[in-house]
């Protein structure tokens, strides 16, 4: 059963987003009437969820293996700490991106 429940949330989370903005407002420019601002919107989320989804992934990996190298050697605490940052400096990297994608 769990083996369905991922690819059943990713699914959900690619189509409920055109579906949201599948209707058009009155008034809206060529560009957008034309589909290419529900690209801009679904692109810019993909940006953000995959980049979060990744840092925390590698925030948790760091995280177990800090905690298992303090456990033998408690001054190892301090040195675990910037990898960590690092991994989630990935999420900032998605948000700016986004932004961009949105801006431009």
Do not use: H
């Not at 083996?3 to 009155?26: C, D, G, H, S």
């Not at 809206?28 to 940006?47: H, M, N, P, Q, R």
């Not at 925030?59 to 298992?68: E, L």
């Amino acid at each position: 059963m769990k083996r369905f429940i991922m690819p059943l949330v990713l699914v959900l989370l690619l189509f409920v987003p055109a579906l949201v903005f599948a209707q058009e407002a009155e008034g809206e420019t060529a560009a957008v009437s034309d589909g290419t601002a529900i690209w801009k919107y679904f692109a810019a989320a993909l940006a953000v969820g995959i980049s979060c989804i990744a840092g925390g992934v590698a925030v948790g990996q760091i995280g177990s293996a800090a905690m298992g190298a303090m456990s033998e050697n408690p001054e190892l605490s301090g040195k675990a700490l910037p990898y960590a940052g690092l991994a989630e400096g990935i999420c900032l990297w998605g948000f700016l991106v986004a932004l961009l994608i949105m801006i431009l």
